[in-house]
Nanobody, 116 residues
Framework: QVQLVESGGGLVQPGGSLRLSCAASGTIFRIYVMGWYRQAPGKQRELVASITSGGTTNYADSVKGRFTISRDNARNTVYLQMNSLKPEDTAVYYC??????????WGQGTQVTVSS
């Protein structure tokens, strides 16, 4: 099993920045992909960005050029740098680990609110 703990959410004005962190523990050597998802009220959870164990990244079109996903293997942590935030980025952001045949795990989520 992999345990994930997110941090870094909060309230920010439009155009501002936040950095989310996701610290992983447990059987982390089985992790293939780490991803950030978000879920706004009344909407389905959607993929925001992902990064493979080899460093390949993928982004939703809505965040390309504004968000950057990265990982620090020494700290077993994945980050999501969010710049030029918009009100429509408001959501609960979740970290997910994918261990292939060994399953997947979710963090508890962190609230991001973009409002003036």
């Amino acid at each position: 099993q992999v345990q994930l703990v997110e941090s870094g959410g909060g309230l920010v004005q439009p155009g501002g920045s936040l950095r989310l962190s996701c610290a992983a523990s447990g059987t982390i050597f089985r992790i293939y992909v780490m991803g950030w998802y978000r879920q706004a009220p009344g909407k389905q959870r959607e993929l925001v960005a992902s990064i493979t164990s080899g460093g390949t990244t993928n982004y939703a079109d809505s965040v390309k050029g504004r968000f950057t996903i990265s990982r620090d293997n020494a700290r077993n942590t994945v980050y999501l740098q969010m710049n030029s935030l918009k009100p429509e980025d408001t959501a609960v952001y979740y970290c997910k680990s994918d261990q292939g045949p060994y399953g997947s795990n979710w963090g508890q989520g962190t609230q991001v609110t973009v409002s003036s």
